[in-house]
């Protein structure tokens, strides 16, 4: 016997209408959840549905309704927890709003980006929160695109500048300051800090950071170096920290130098976890040879041995609040005052003296 003969069909709008005793219109009204129908006729609807087992057709309702009931998410890594915390705080407030969630990764590059939006316009989502990899208004046509569409947009972690979106993200300028200061008064001067961002220069300043977390990061570290009289050296913010080879010539560049860092600030827990282990393999230890700070509290960072110093922010929080938001717009209502997000130095055992 072939597999198709003992596979059952699916059972279709028409096969739900004859078994309710409706026209195959009112049947697909009743499922459909547009136009109007009788409580009887939507009634037996329902009851035969249930009966077959029917399942809608989400493509065909959302033609006829202009909604999928789908939200779409596009990340810049979606291994990183950071991304994966947010995830959660969107999804679970979709879920209870009776919204899909479906998810890009950006890989933080802008073609990639593009065409994630490619895809999720196709897919006909109702709206979109992205972290985008760029917060250049010349790289934002795509994001301009998602609005002329007529989908809902939020931005997420990261701003652009003249596009008249709503940002949900952390200032971490004060935090980032008084993490600095913690080392500044530990002793510390040569405060290298790493961040996947790409730049097509070497660095030079956060203002040219666009709206971003690193450049609010960058410029508590500028703050806290000028309070405490101390010559900043922009030649310690080192970028593309994007992989673990990348890391690793990024330690080996720092230690070569004649005059090597005393402390290093990671931007996010991936590349936590990347130097850990790179100064594990050379033997130097925390907070003995180095002193380590990291954006981003997961329970990891209390249980090994320091404990690290922690800059945290509510990522689930945030992630809750653009799903609100961007669904209190496809509904028309009114989401209220955008909550101020903020971040916390946590200093723990991480920090050494000099």
Same mark, same amino acid.
């Given at each position: ?146 609005? $002329?569409?007529?989908?809902? #947009?939020? @931005?997420? !972690?990261? =701003?652009?500048?003249?596009? /008249?979106?709503? %940002?949900? +993200? ?5 935090? $980032?300051?008084?993490?600095? #200061?913690? @080392?500044? !008064?530990? =002793?510390?001067?040569?405060? /290298?800090?790493? %961040?996947? +961002? ?10 040219? #950071?666009? @709206? ?143």
């Amino acid at each position: 016997m072939s597999l198709g003969n003992i596979r059952s069909k699916a059972p279709t709008v028409a096969d739900v209408a004859r078994e309710a005793q409706v026209s195959k219109a009112q049947a697909a009204r009743a499922l459909g959840g547009y136009g109007s129908v009788s409580e009887d006729v939507l009634a037996r609807v329902m009851a035969a549905a249930q009966k077959l087992a029917y399942r809608p057709n989400e493509l065909a309702r959302s033609m006829n309704t202009g909604r999928s009931n789908t939200l779409g998410v596009i990340v810049g890594d979606i291994e990183n927890p950071h991304f994966g915390l947010a995830l959660r705080g969107i999804a679970d407030v979709a879920r209870q709003a009776g919204y899909h969630v479906l998810l890009g990764n950006s890989d933080e590059t802008a073609a990639d980006e593009q065409d994630a939006v490619r895809v999720m316009l196709e897919k006909q989502v109702d709206g979109i929160i992205i972290a985008p990899c760029s917060s250049l208004p010349a790289d934002s046509a795509h994001l301009a695109q998602i609005l $002329a569409d007529g989908r809902a #947009l939020k @931005l997420f !972690d990261r =701003g652009v500048p003249g596009l /008249a979106v709503e %940002t949900i +993200m952390v200032d971490f300028t004060a935090s $980032a300051r008084q993490a600095t #200061l913690a @080392l500044l !008064d530990a =002793g510390h001067r040569r405060i /290298a800090y790493l %961040t996947s +961002m790409t730049l097509d220069k070497p660095f030079v300043s956060s203002s040219e #950071l666009g @709206l971003t977390p690193v450049a609010q990061r960058v410029a508590g570290m500028e703050q806290a170096f000028a309070e405490r009289e101390v010559a900043f050296v922009p030649g310690l913010i080192k970028t593309r920290a994007s992989s673990d080879a990348a890391i690793a010539a990024i330690i080996d560049d720092l230690f070569h130098h004649a005059v090597p860092p005393s402390a290093l600030i990671a931007s996010d827990s991936l590349i936590a976890m990347s130097v850990l282990r790179e100064l594990g393999n050379r033997g130097l230890k925390v907070p003995q040879d180095l002193s380590f700070v990291m954006f981003d509290n997961f329970p990891w960072t209390e249980i090994v041995s320091p404990p690290l110093s922690v800059i945290a922010q509510p990522v689930y929080e945030m992630g809750r609040e653009a799903a609100r938001r961007i669904i209190c717009d496809l509904r028309g209502e009114e989401a209220g005052v955008m909550p101020n997000f903020d971040a916390a130095f946590i200093p723990r055992r991480s920090i050494g003296q000099i």
